[in-house]
């Protein structure tokens, strides 16, 4: 069973920073694409920023500058490092990984921020 254990959300003023870590096995991490995305109420889920397997980045233009994806080999774990958050920043986020193929999706994990 695939499982994405995300840590790190919670309440921040705005332009605060908050780190979020994503933790998996190795079978899930290793040669795979790892990202974040967000849904808040009523809206679909965005991608927020997504990490290739060698290590390349992509983000959406709403966080470009503000956030950054990385990853940790040794520990299997993926992080979002929010900086200068905005209350338009509150939705739960999502840890996503792409596994032969498939998507799989971490319980999510509520970021609010307030103005």
């Known amino acids: 069973q695939v499982q994405l254990v995300e840590s790190g959300g919670g309440l921040v003023q705005a332009g605060g920073s908050l780190r979020l870590s994503c933790a998996t096995s190795?079978?899930?991490?290793?040669?795979?694409?790892m990202g974040w995305f967000r849904q808040a109420p009523g809206k679909q889920r965005d991608m927020v920023a997504i990490?290739?397997?060698?290590?390349?980045?992509t983000y959406a233009g709403s966080v470009k500058g503000r956030f950054t994806i990385s990853r940790d080999n040794a520990k299997n774990t993926v992080y979002l490092q929010m900086n200068s958050l905005k209350p338009e920043d509150t939705a739960v986020y999502y840890c996503y990984a792409s596994h032969n193929s498939a998507p799989y999706w971490g319980q999510g994990t509520q970021v609010t921020v307030s103005s």
């Open positions: 990490i290739t397997a060698g290590g390349a980045t």
């Open positions: 190795g079978s899930i991490f290793s040669g795979n694409t």
